[in-house]
Each structure stands twice: as C-alpha cells, then as structure tokens.
C-alpha cells in the first residue's frame, strides 16, 4: 500500500461527491489523517464511513461556518492540517445573454468565495508554523475561454488571480501552494446536461475521471517540502 503521506494531516472541502471525494480517498489510501468536508450531512457521512475520514458538514461559502469548522479542526488536531484541498465548486452552463444575477453569484459563492474564506482560515497558522501546503482545484475553463462559461469562467479566472496572489504571498516562508486545473471530468456535476446528447460537449467517456485528478492532487501533495508545484494542468489524453 502506498503510504508516502503517513502521519500527514488533510482538510478536503467538497468531499461528499466527485473529485472532492476521489482525493479524499487517494490521501486515506496515502497514510494521512483526512478531514471531510461537505454541506450534505448525510452523504458525506456515507462517504467519511467508506474512506475512513472524519465528517465535518459545513457551507464553505458561509464566513461564520468556516470560522466554526476550522476553530474545531484546531482544536481537534492542536493546529491546522499540513494539507488542505480546496475542491468544493458548482458548475452551470448558460449564455452569457440568459445568466441571471441569482446563477452569477451562485457560481462566484461556490468556486471563488469558498476557497477564499478556506484559505483565510488556515493560512495563518500554517505562515506561523513556516509549513504547510494548499491545492486548489480549479479548471481549465480558468485559463480558456468557452462559450457558456460566463458564470463559471468568471470564478474559476478569480480562483487563478486568487492563487497567484497567494503564490506571490508564500514564497520563502514554508508554506506551498499549487493550483490543479482539471480539463472536463466526469462527475455528478454533468448530469443534468447530459452531455453525451450534446455536440457542443465532450463524450463522457473521453472526459477525466476524478480519480485521475485526485492521484495528481496526492502527487503534488508527496513532494518534499523544497519542491513547488505552482500549476499542473490536466487532460485526457487523445
């Protein structure tokens, strides 16, 4: 079994479904110590139960929960965790044209807003203790452009300015940051677009699956402390 990550400590938001679950998993199997966070009492408490995680349900878009939950990994573990994956998001495909203000938000609260509050709240301790390591998950749709990414697009961008800054702001103090852009994965996010009876979209079986993201997440995570991996970007081989 591989344990390069035996002893180490993990946070990983959106961790009840997709890549967020995926990664949860690939750390457990990794050796490490995995906090599980979710809005979804009862599916992430399924899904702590089969990793072998810890369930902690929180809205990481709400300022007042993130506080809550971190003050209780604090004090659960007597520091933050060497490692926290941001991989909660949402994802909506609308013309720019038809985004209504309500969906716009939705999408900035999800993938911008979230990993922001997650990295206000554990940055601190990690600067303080000189180490520590945050992986975002982003997209590919936060480098290119597509058509009806409005919304999307927009937070995912926000999240690369986000971690740029961020790496800007780590740089000789201990602590890492690397931002994982996935192209297309096949998860529950594209169900309701049913892709596969789209032209406009990719198959669902040429898409990447969330356990290929999450063994790069557990890759950049193995790395020794001297060695920095700003951006991997991911795709599906042709």
Do not use: C
């Given at each position: 079994?591989?344990d390069?990550?035996?002893?180490?400590?993990?946070l990983?938001?959106?961790?009840s479904?997709?890549?967020?679950?995926?990664?949860?998993?690939?750390?457990?199997?990794a050796?490490a110590?995995?906090?599980?966070v979710?809005?979804?009492?009862?599916?992430?408490?399924?899904?702590?139960?089969?990793?072998?995680?810890?369930?902690?349900?929180?809205?990481?878009s709400?300022?007042?929960?993130?506080?809550t939950?971190?003050?209780y990994v604090?004090?659960?573990?007597?520091d933050?965790?060497?490692?926290?994956?941001n991989?909660?998001?949402t994802?909506?495909?609308?013309?720019?044209?038809?985004?209504?203000?309500?969906?716009?938000?939705?999408?900035?609260?999800?993938?911008l807003r979230?990993p922001f509050?997650?990295?206000?709240?554990?940055?601190?301790?990690?600067?303080?203790?000189?180490?520590?390591?945050?992986i975002?998950?982003?997209?590919v749709?936060?480098?290119?452009?597509?058509?009806?990414?409005?919304?999307?697009?927009?937070?995912?961008?926000?999240?690369?300015?986000?971690?740029?800054?961020?790496l800007?702001?780590?740089?000789?103090t201990?602590?890492?940051?690397?931002?994982?852009?996935?192209?297309?994965t096949d998860t529950?996010?594209?169900d309701?677009?049913?892709?596969?009876?789209?032209?406009d979209?990719?198959?669902r079986?040429?898409?990447?699956?969330?356990?290929?993201?999450?063994?790069?997440?557990?890759?950049a995570?193995a790395?020794?402390?001297?060695?920095?991996?700003p951006?991997?970007?991911v795709?599906?081989?042709a």
């Open positions: 079994m591989d390069t990550l035996r002893g180490k400590t993990a990983v938001t959106g961790a479904r997709g890549i967020g679950l995926a990664v949860a998993r690939e750390l457990a199997r050796g110590w995995v906090g599980m979710a809005r979804g009492g009862d599916a992430l408490a399924r899904a702590a139960e089969e990793v072998g995680g810890h369930a902690m349900p929180t809205d990481v709400d300022p007042s929960a993130v506080h939950m971190a003050t604090g004090e659960l573990l007597g933050a965790p060497d490692l926290v994956v991989a909660a998001g994802f909506a495909l609308v013309p720019l044209a038809e985004t209504e203000p309500a969906e716009f938000d939705a999408q900035v609260a999800a993938n979230a509050l997650v990295v206000r709240a554990f940055l601190p301790p990690m600067l303080q203790r000189r180490s520590g390591h945050i975002q998950i982003g997209s749709a936060g480098r290119v452009a597509y058509p009806g990414n409005g919304a999307y697009s927009a937070s995912k961008f926000g999240q690369r300015g986000l971690h740029e800054v961020l800007q702001e780590v740089r000789g201990g602590v890492r940051a690397t931002l994982v852009e996935p192209a297309a529950s996010l594209w309701a677009l049913d892709p596969d009876s789209r032209p979209l990719p198959d079986a040429a898409m990447l699956r969330a356990d290929d993201v999450a063994r790069v997440v557990v890759f995570a790395q020794p402390r001297h060695v920095q991996l951006f991997i970007a795709e599906a081989a």
